[in-house]
């Protein structure tokens, strides 16, 4: 079963750069891999293209059976609810609790209050957050920050998770920890995209690796491969 398709996908920008060339690559639904290479590979380009923030501009990206080319309005919003974002700055709101930074996507469909509280205390849970709900952010560490940040992109319980270098800030030990995060979410069946130019840390995770230069898929290396 395939959950993500890029084929043949090229990305060419306004500017006229060519940020991805003839990508292709299949994503099983609950597998976690990684998306490495240089500063400018076009790692979060693929991203984007995913999340439907920018178009391929040639061949097609399919997602859920869904040529995202194709999407227009309203079911671009449809879209992204089954895809979750993690950033590297997590983004929260810096005035409104834990809680409520995590509820914000299913308020935002009009979910009703009592389900969102449920929805909210069971994903804090997951991330390890139980007892931080009335917390602000800047009362929680970077590594529970970026967690609040997870559990927001998971809330809604997306297909696919998308984390764009999500422990850029963090050390090693707090990387390490969110990483051990993000796999316990694919064991439970959300596939999880990873990009990351941090080799150490995608050698340890021992997923399989896709990696880009200049806009190129270069290798795909399946999980463990990648040499010491
Ligand atoms: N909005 C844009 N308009 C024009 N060119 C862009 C745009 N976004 C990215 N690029 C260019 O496309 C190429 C790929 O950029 P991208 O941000 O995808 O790389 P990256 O691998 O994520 O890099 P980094 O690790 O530095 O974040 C780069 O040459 C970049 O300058």
Do not use: W
Not at 11 to 22: F, P, V
Not at 90 to 98: C, G, I, N, Q
Not at 157 to 166: T, V, Y
């Amino acid at each position: 079963m395939t959950l993500l398709r890029f084929d043949n996908v090229g990305k060419r920008y306004a500017s006229g750069r060519d940020a991805l060339a003839d990508v292709s690559f299949e994503v099983a639904p609950g597998e976690m891999l990684f998306v490495t290479g240089h500063s400018g590979a076009g790692k979060s380009t693929l991203l984007r293209l995913i999340h439907c923030t920018e178009r391929a501009t040639r061949g097609t990206v399919v997602f859920a059976d869904r040529n995202l080319g194709k999407l227009r309005g309203r079911r671009i919003s449809l879209h992204r609810r089954e895809v979750g974002v993690v950033f590297q700055d997590h983004r929260l709101l810096a005035d409104r609790s834990v809680a409520d930074n995590v509820a914000l996507p299913l308020r935002l469909r009009g979910m009703h209050r009592a389900e969102v509280a449920k929805r909210v205390r069971s994903t804090l849970e997951k991330v390890g957050l139980g007892d931080r709900e009335k917390s602000l952010p800047r009362q929680l560490s970077a590594g529970e920050q970026q967690r609040v940040g997870i559990a927001r992109a998971i809330v809604a319980e997306p297909k696919l998770l998308l984390a764009d270098e999500p422990t850029g800030n963090l050390d090693p030990a707090l990387s390490t920890e969110i990483m051990a995060l993000l796999e316990s979410l694919a064991l439970r069946g959300t596939s999880v995209l990873v990009a990351s130019h941090d080799l150490a840390l995608v050698r340890r995770m021992r997923k399989r690796v896709l990696v880009l230069d200049h806009g190129k898929l270069i290798d795909d290396i399946g999980p463990g491969d990648l040499a010491e």
